[in-house]
């Protein structure tokens, strides 16, 4: 099969540390209930921040002894490294629900305040340290992983809006040679442009939230886009200054209905079945504003190969990104075009960094594929890798 590029048309996180550690704490986060782990808790105090992974584990240094935990819907959890150094395992309370009647009302006027205050609730130029994961995956096995440690200097100016420094990254792919088909990660534009739904084109309702403090508006397109496809998705909103808090769209409601594109000069057809955005933000005690705090995509695109032996196959792509430390004025050095495809950015791989980084943890899938990878570097006949590590 020629090696064809399937676009994944994306938007979308990722850490940096103090030269101080006096504190470090790694442990696994579960809903105090359910006993299930919890994935993208925010934990943080005013210096540091980090997450958890899909499998409810963190990895935490500062050399401040607070440390928060805290989930939207859930009970925020304030503590110190000293109290919690001996539980294995840190359990989260979920916020009582109180079903409360919505009034049916017309909220497009609420949403158009939320809109106007857009620009005195967000931060408009800050530098952020961040990690950002890219994991692609065909058919559920992983082929691809790139982590990424950078800053990112956040601008006004719409034509250079975002400025990205590259400090370390480690990248590498593997795929069987005989059924390869090449593929093209977004940019850093795409990834973090805003896709917010447009007054008057839009239906908004409300749905119960189980916290008081905050509104869950949903909101549904109400025309079809150019694949005939409805978005739709939900704003979590601060009720006390109308700052959207958390932000999820799909833009994919009839899978089924999108049509294939070809690529030229081959049978090879392929369409995005899948395509999801979650963003949220914290809030700077200093300014008193909001930064954007996490952000991921995911998209899956189904493709039709021109081969007896492969007929059709999905392409999943993640893209996690998170902040890791408190916001700052410092100078971004830019190293990397934002324009260009994330995977193609070429830098050296540092062991020692990547050995001693405590906050981009590695799943145990994640580990598994390292693993594969590694028995088979050797086996080129077979097997293509790309990769600086």
């Given at each position: ?123 408009s130029n800050y530098t952020s340290n961040f ?246 570097k050797d086996k080129k006949k077979e097997f293509?890798?790309?990769?600086n590590f």
């Amino acid at each position: 099969m020629k090696n064809n590029y399937v676009a994944l048309f994306c938007i979308f996180f990722i850490s940096t540390f103090g030269n101080s550690q006096n504190f470090k704490i790694s442990k696994i986060i579960v809903d105090k209930t359910t006993k299930l782990p919890l994935e993208n808790i925010s934990i943080y105090n005013d210096k540091d921040n980090s997450t958890t992974n899909q499998e409810g584990l963190f990895v935490f240094v500062s050399d401040n002894n607070e440390i928060n935990f805290n989930l939207l819907g859930y009970n925020l959890l304030k503590t110190t490294f000293d109290a919690i150094k001996q539980q294995d395992t840190i359990f989260l309370q979920s916020k009582t629900f109180e079903l409360k009647e919505i009034v049916v009302a017309n909220l497009e006027p609420f949403i158009k305040k939320v809109y106007d205050k857009m620009g005195e609730n967000y931060i408009s130029n800050y530098t952020s340290n961040f990690f950002l994961r890219n994991v692609l995956k065909k058919d559920n096995s992983i082929v691809v992983l790139q982590d990424i440690n950078a800053k990112r200097g956040k601008n006004a100016n719409p034509k250079n809006s975002n400025e990205i420094e590259v400090l370390n990254m480690r990248k590498t792919s593997f795929f069987e040679k005989k059924n390869q088909i090449d593929f093209r990660f977004p940019d850093l534009d795409e990834f973090f442009s805003a896709i917010w739904p447009a007054l008057g084109k839009n239906i908004f309702t409300e749905e119960n939230y189980n916290d008081t403090d905050f509104r869950k508006i949903l909101f549904e397109a109400k025309e079809k886009n150019i694949d005939g496809q409805i978005s739709k998705g939900y704003f979590v909103i601060n009720r006390n200054d109308y700052a959207v808090i958390e932000f999820f769209i799909t833009m994919r409601d009839n899978p089924e209905t999108v049509p294939y594109k070809k690529f030229t000069l081959s049978k090879v057809q392929y369409k995005t079945i899948k395509y999801e955005r979650f963003v949220r933000f914290s809030k700077n005690k200093d300014l008193n504003k909001y930064y954007l705090h996490l952000s991921k995509l995911k998209a899956t695109v189904e493709v039709v190969a021109s081969t007896k032996e492969e007929n059709t196959f999905n392409f999943d792509l993640n893209m996690d990104y998170f902040t890791t430390a408190s916001i700052t004025t410092e100078k971004v050095e830019p190293n990397f075009a934002t324009d260009k495809d994330v995977f193609k950015a070429k830098f050296p791989y540092s062991a020692e960094f990547w050995s001693s980084q405590n906050q981009l943890l590695l799943t145990s899938e994640l580990k598994d594929f390292l693993k594969r990878v590694s028995e088979n570097k050797d086996k080129k006949k077979e097997f293509e890798i790309i990769g600086n590590f």
